[in-house]
Each structure stands twice: as structure tokens, then as C-alpha cells.
């Protein structure tokens, strides 16, 4: 054992003087057994882990199962679609948010506060605006799902790039440029739609509710295999993503070739919020909601974790909370007010936070 | 061997390392001293490429460090830079795991574990290994960095101001780190300080920039000297020699 092994770690400004005796049986008794190594954290991540599979296996089950009324199979057919949109949704925010986090090195943002879902607005106002709603509602649905899906990757991939491409800024500076950016996109909008004809406008207001009915088959299907290749690609990628949390210069020490694995990041990230929101229109505070439930509920960093519980938590708490509104409440429409309303406070409740720490 | 060949890098138009040649031998501990803004961090960030030069290269035992892919770099050159926040919650183990990186890319083997256990041993981090790392003093904080930095294993190993928020017994036992890391593994190490008496008492070779250049090298009996001083810093510091060591009198 190289000399002066210490074992009074536990505050080492408490310390009263140089020691240097080699292991002196002076604190030991302060600390935990030195023999136990092992992270506590395993046994609690797992709990969580099992947990969350048991309570999304249950809430699908409920919002398939319950208070069924009439014919199973066309029931079960219509929810099962609505389930899959669900899914979808909630795995592609809930792995993108965490994704963007990290490369962001924030855990405040999230693609949609950075303006995204004014950016879907104003693409579904130019279309109906330039088309016209019988001529929009001329072009198939597939292709309208795959013109918003490149315009939204190409204008998100430019945003986040020129936003973030530069060096690290202050978290509430970001926030301020997504605030600012949204009413641009926002005053883009409401100009386009005050010279829309009324009629027109109806069917774009319909458009611009998240909505998980309704959702065609095949872009559910498109939908998911993006979905399941992107987070592929991503889950495989996800210890370079601790290393990229410890921020830049950090990252590049441990052999990260930085610049390009974060532009590509991006366009995952990208790619998936525009497949949900191309899916079902935009969920605001959604993400942040989930992400932040899932670092707090695991206390853990690892990707390896973070991803699986946030989506996890992502699909208990969207089909949980359908199934809940859907079948007991009977209140189909409101559970995007509800989780809007929750995950508005957790930004406040983060921001208000993150402004005291310094 | 680090070669240091014109290297030039601006801010805006502000020139903080000014076309500076140096060569580091292998082996050894080096300090880098000299005023606030003599582009001490820069250099060392430019060395480690994290910071692209305007002109000029780095060679690194002859290749090039901007052109050497980052992942066989990473081996062989490890840095820790001034300032580390980070936004994430880490504890110190899973830390110091991170700097075994290069080599596991994530997935940790036996040989990793012994490099990791090895590191937090040198840091003297036993005790804390499953502490959160924002529950930790800013000193602690800083050991397990350099703990992540070690356990990357490298050859050569940069460290930018290690002394920072250390109290003056963890200042004297990170320099003896620092000095066992190039005695006994052999590493060569390049350290920035702020506290002229640490180079002078710990280094090999002190390096003494000013205003983006190299104005003096060489062994700290040449280094710390009045004369010497005056020049790198622009003020009149009395040095004296204690037990056989130059020590600077800054304090009155």
C-alpha cells in the first residue's frame, strides 16, 4: 500500500492536522464498513426498474381492458391503434428529451421549450395556407406525415445547430432564445392565420390539438420502426452519452470526437420529436416531466437507467393517465391539458431552483 | 516527447498565445507559472486539443494531436481542465469508472475495476467512492477529477490549476501525487500553478510565460529567482533559499 492512506475521508476540510500514519484506526468507526464497495444504488434502481414495468404492463392493460362496451374486437382494434400512438409518443419524448439534456448539458430544456412546437404549428399554417383545406386534405395522409416530418428535421437540425453548435450558454439565456424564438414562430403564425379563410381556419385548429385518436395505421407503423431504429442507435450509444454529459472538454479528453457525435445526436433527437409531433401535434412539458421524474426516482446518470426509466415513466403516466381519464372519468380530450398543467410546474418548480443554486 | 511548434491562438482579436515554440521531454513534472492572462490554460488546452490552434501544431511523440483520431489520443494524453461543472449527478466511483473510457467504452472489465481502485487510492478517495459528487467540498471535488484523469492511465498527463480549492495540506498531497505519478508510473506530467513555491518545490522544469510567450525555462534553482521573477511577473519578489529550497516571499 503506497504511504499516507487515510481513512478520514469523510469531510476532509473537518480534518484537524496532517496525518500521514499509514491506515491510523483514528476514524474508521465514523465511516461505513470500508469493506462494503458495492453501490447502494443498484438494488434501488432495479426496485424502480421492476416497478415501472409492472405499473406500464398494468396501465395498458387497463386502458385496453377496461370498460369495454359493445363488440371486443372493434374495441379493441380502435384502442389498440390509440395505444400504439401512445407508445410512440411516449417512448419517442421521453428518450429524446434525455438525450438532448445530456448533449445539451442542461436538465432544464427540452426540444419543445427550444421553440419546437411553435415550429410544428407554423408548418401546419404555411400548409393549409399555401394548399388550402381541400387541398391539403387532397394530398394522402403519408405524405403530408412525411413533408412535416422533413421540414421539421431540417428546421430543428439548423436550429439546435446554430443554438447550441457554439460554445456552452447560460441555461437561462437559452431559455430566454426559445421563449423569444417561439413568439417569432408564434407572430409568423398568427399572421398567416389571420389571412386564412374562416372555414380554413377550423380545420387548421383541428389539426394543431395533440390528438391520440384518429392516427392512421401506416404512419403508426412508419412511426414505429423510426422509432425503434433511432432508439436502437441511441441505446447503443448510450455510455459515449455519460462521457458527453461531463461536459465538452471532458468528453474530447476521453477520445469523443465531440462536434460530429453531438450533430448527430441532434438529428436523432430531431428525428424523434418530429415523428411525434408529426404523429399526434405538440406536447409541451411532457418530456421535461418524465426525464426529471426519472434522474429523481433512480438518482442515477447512467444511461443505461435514465433512458429505460424515463421511457418507462413516460408510458406509465400517458396510457396510465388515458386509461385513468379515458374509462373512469370519462374525459377523453383533456389529459394533454393535464399533463401540460403538471409538467408547467416542474419547469417553474426547476428554473426557480436552478436560479437559487447560484 | 511534447513538441510545441509556433503555435499562435487568438480570442477575437486578442492573441493569447503568441506563436510559442517549447519542447517537453518525456518523463518528469513540469510546471506552468506566470501572471493572470499569460495564456497559460490556453496553451495546455491547445496542447490536449481542446482548443484548435490558429497556426502552428502540437506533436505528440511526433504526431500531430489535431490530426490523431481522439479515441487513440485519449490513451495516451489525459486532461483536466480549470473549471469542471457538471449538470449531471455522478459519485465519485462512477466518475473515476468514466475515465476508463478510452479503453472499455463502457463496457468496465476486471483490469478497469484495478485501475479505477488504484486511482481513488492514490486521491485518497476510499471513503467517499459513493458520494454524490455536488455533496462533496470543492477540494474533493477537484481529487476526484483528477482521480477520473489518472485512471485514464496516459502517458502524458496535462492538469490545469490542480490546486485550485485545495487547503494547504491537499495542495501538498496532490503535488505529491503528482511527483509519485511521474516517479513511480513513469507518467509525464505537465501541471499549471498559480503558487510559484509548489513549482518551485515539486518540478523538474518550470515553464514562466507572460503575455502569450514562453519568457523563461528551466530547472526551478534558475527559474525562481529575483531577476527571473521580475521578468515574468513585473514586480520585485525576494527569494529565499530554505533547507535547500528556493521559496519565493510574495506575501508582504
Keep these: ?51 415501472l414495468v409492472v405499473l406500464a404492463v398494468v396501465a395498458c392493460a ?24 401512445l407508445l410512440v ?24 421549450i427550444m421553440g419546437f412546437d411553435a415550429l410544428y404549428v407554423l408548418v401546419q399554417t404555411v400548409a393549409v395556407f399555401t394548399l388550402g383545406a381541400v387541398g391539403l386534405s387532397g394530398v394522402p395522409a403519408p405524405v403530408q406525415f412525411g413533408v412535416t416530418l422533413v421540414v421539421m428535421l431540417g428546421c430543428s437540425v439548423a436550429l439546435f445547430a446554430w443554438i447550441f453548435g457554439a460554445a456552452r450558454r447560460s441555461v437561462h439565456l437559452l431559455v430566454l ?101 408529426a404523429l399526434v401535434g405538440p406536447i409541451t412539458f411532457f418530456g421535461l416531466l418524465v426525464a426529471n421524474l426519472a434522474y429523481v426516482l433512480t438518482g442515477s446518470s447512467k444511461h443505461a437507467v435514465t433512458l429505460p426509466t424515463a421511457a418507462l415513466t413516460a408510458v406509465v403516466v400517458l396510457v396510465g393517465g388515458q386509461a385513468v381519464l379515458d374509462h373512469v372519468l370519462s374525459m377523453g380530450t383533456v389529459l394533454s391539458v393535464v399533463i401540460e398543467l403538471c409538467g408547467g410546474i416542474v419547469f417553474i418548480v426547476l428554473l426557480v431552483a436552478s436560479g437559487r443554486r447560484r | 516527447m511534447i513538441t510545441v511548434e509556433q503555435v499562435t491562438k487568438r480570442y477575437g482579436t486578442t492573441v493569447v498565445v503568441d506563436d510559442v515554440s517549447l519542447e517537453l521531454p518525456r518523463g518528469g513534472v513540469t510546471s506552468v507559472i506566470g501572471p493572470n492572462g499569460a495564456g497559460k490554460s490556453t496553451l495546455l488546452s491547445v496542447v490536449a486539443r481542446l482548443l484548435p490552434a490558429e497556426s502552428g501544431r502540437v506533436l ?53 475495476v484495478a485501475h479505477v481502485d488504484a486511482a481513488v487510492a492514490r486521491l485518497d478517495l476510499g471513503g467517499l467512492e459513493h458520494r454524490y459528487l455536488d455533496e462533496l467540498s470543492g477540494g474533493q471535488r477537484q481529487r476526484a477529477f483528477v482521480a477520473m484523469v489518472m485512471a485514464q492511465d496516459t502517458e502524458y498527463v496535462l492538469l490545469d490549476e490542480p490546486l485550485n480549492n485545495l487547503d494547504m495540506t491537499h495542495a501538498r498531497d496532490m503535488m505529491r501525487t503528482v511527483r509519485r505519478a511521474a516517479d513511480e508510473l513513469g507518467r509525464t506530467v505537465v501541471v499549471v500553478l498559480h503558487d510559484v513555491n509548489f513549482a518551485s518545490c515539486w518540478s523538474d522544469r518550470i515553464v514562466a510565460m507572460r503575455d502569450g510567450r514562453v519568457e523563461v525555462q528551466g530547472p526551478p534553482s534558475e ?20 533547507d535547500g529550497r528556493r521559496v519565493a516571499l510574495y506575501y508582504t
Excluded: K
Design chain 1, 89 to 112: 409518443v411516449a417512448l419517442a419524448i421521453a428518450v429524446s428529451t434525455v438525450v438532448f439534456q445530456t448533449v445539451t448539458e442542461n436538465r432544464i430544456l427540452t426540444p419543445s
Design chain 2, 60 to 112: 505528440l511523440d511526433g504526431a500531430d494531436v489535431a490530426r490523431t483520431p481522439g479515441r487513440e489520443l485519449a490513451r495516451r494524453l489525459g486532461v483536466l481542465r480549470q473549471d469542471n461543472h457538471l449538470a449531471v449527478r455522478l459519485t465519485v466511483r462512477d466518475l473515476v469508472t468514466l475515465g476508463r473510457y478510452p479503453y472499455s467504452r463502457g463496457r468496465t472489465t476486471p483490469d478497469d
Design chain 1, 177 to 277: 432564445v426559445g421563449v423569444v424564438l417561439g413568439v417569432l414562430l408564434r407572430s409568423l403564425t398568427a399572421m398567416l392565420q389571420r389571412m386564412i379563410d374562416p372555414n380554413e381556419f377550423q380545420v387548421l385548429q383541428a389539426r394543431l390539438f395533440a390528438s391520440f385518436t384518429g392516427v392512421d395505421p401506416a404512419l403508426l407503423g412508419v412511426s414505429g420502426i423510426l422509432l425503434v431504429g433511432t432508439c436502437w442507435w441511441l441505446w447503443r450509444r448510450r455510455h459515449e452519452l455519460d462521457v458527453l454529459a461531463l461536459g465538452r472538454p471532458n468528453a474530447v479528453a476521453l477520445g469523443v470526437e465531440h462536434r460530429r457525435r453531438v450533430m448527430t445526436l441532434l438529428v436523432a433527437v430531431s428525428l424523434l420529436v418530429s415523428v411525434s409531433t
Design chain 1, 1 to 51: 500500500m503506497p504511504e499516507p492512506l487515510r481513512l478520514s475521508l469523510d469531510d476532509a476540510d473537518a480534518r484537524s492536522g496532517p496525518v500521514s500514519g499509514p491506515s491510523s484506526g483514528r476514524s474508521t468507526g465514523a465511516l461505513r464498513d470500508p469493506g462494503d464497495t458495492r453501490d447502494p444504488r443498484g438494488r434501488r434502481v432495479r426496485l424502480v426498474l421492476l416497478a
Design chain 2, 223 to 242: 527559474v525562481i529567482d529575483t531577476d527571473v521573477l521580475r521578468r515574468v511577473y513585473d514586480d520585485e519578489i525576494t527569494v529565499r533559499e530554505v
Design chain 1, 62 to 85: 387497463a386502458f385496453l381492458l377496461l370498460d369495454v362496451q359493445g363488440a371486443w374486437s372493434y374495441v379493441l382494434g380502435l384502442r389498440s391503434r390509440t395505444l400504439g400512438a
